[in-house]
């Protein structure tokens, strides 16, 4: 069986990089993606950042623009950062221009974030968890009343509702068993970092199984999904040398090029996407690092696509 009828996989815009971004190859990334029939498109949220980054919104209302079927989706937007309200309509508005394709994907970010937006620390999980109430109400309801320890609405609403019913996706990230088990009971999908290995993801799978159980969700129609920084070439010291380059500028964690990174030729990388579906993956969001045209189509054939 080919590893695209065992697994959904996504692809990453090219939205972040240590080198000037090109519009031009953002779109060519998109469309290519859509023909050759990858599930979702996906950005990561980095405001305030060392190398070159996109608006997770401005880049996928771009991609809406120039594909027609191919999900979207942001991986993760810190939502403590954020009014929800703000992205409670953003979303409501990327699902509309896109006619129903949007995902958001959300998680509590890091220390340095906060301190950064001058959000306080203190009840963090409280206002996360009152946050995806409170989207969800305006996403659903005409009219909102809404009083939480950090949020209060009073009858007041958005008129332009997402296409999807009851509501896009919402898939929280993390790693810590508590985010995990708050991704089973208050998200549609969980999704495990690029800088993870596959030992740590496949340490946190039979967690979140347990916690769907209980929480009776269908384990079937949970996505479980994996970022992975990957690249692909014939010759496998080109392809470390890539995903080396990007650990080292870009993620500022040289050592993980091996233990959470994916490179090597396409039979080397194809063992190990293999590895990942075995500890649990249903979903892979392959984040390629350089080159995007050229891996798109690489990795493409590796996945057996086409």
């Not at 967690?207 to 269908?218: I, P, S």
Request: proline share 6%; hydrophobic share 40%; charged share 25%.
């Amino acid at each position: 069986m080919r590893l695209k009828d065992k697994l959904a996989f996504g692809m990453v815009l090219p939205n972040r990089s240590p080198d000037p971004l090109d519009m031009a190859v953002v779109r060519s990334v998109a469309q290519r993606a859509e023909a050759l029939g990858f599930q979702d498109l996906w950005v990561s949220e980095n405001t305030l950042d060392h190398v070159y980054s996109l608006d997770p919104i401005v880049a996928l209302t771009y991609a809406a623009a120039v594909t027609e079927t191919i999900r979207l989706g942001v991986s993760v937007v810190t939502l403590p950062m954020h009014s929800p309200l703000h992205v409670a309509h953003q979303i409501s508005s990327l699902d509309t221009v896109s006619h129903g394709r949007a995902i958001l994907g959300i998680g509590l970010g890091r220390e340095r974030e906060y301190r950064h937006f001058q959000v306080p620390l203190e009840h963090r999980v409280r206002r996360f968890r009152e946050s995806i109430e409170l989207i969800k109400a305006l996403w659903m309801q005409p009219s909102v009343r809404y009083r939480g320890d950090c949020y209060q609405l009073e009858d007041a609403g958005i008129a332009l509702k997402p296409v999807q019913k009851p509501h896009p996706p919402v898939w929280l990230g993390g790693m810590h068993p508590d985010a995990v088990k708050r991704a089973a009971v208050l998200g549609d999908g969980w999704m495990a970092g690029g800088t993870q290995s596959a030992e740590d993801f496949s340490s946190c799978v039979p967690l979140l199984r347990e916690a769907l159980e209980k929480a009776g969700r269908d384990l079937a129609a949970f996505p479980v999904s994996k970022r992975v920084y990957i690249a692909v070439d014939e010759k496998p010291g080109v392809a470390r040398a890539e995903l080396n380059r990007w650990f080292t500028e870009v993620n500022r964690k040289p050592g993980l090029t091996d233990s959470a990174g994916i490179h090597g030729t396409p039979a080397q990388v194809h063992e190990q996407l293999e590895t990942l579906r075995a500890a649990g993956a249903t979903h892979i969001l392959l984040n390629a690092v350089s080159r995007y045209r050229e891996q798109v189509e690489a990795l493409a054939e590796v996945i057996d696509l086409g």
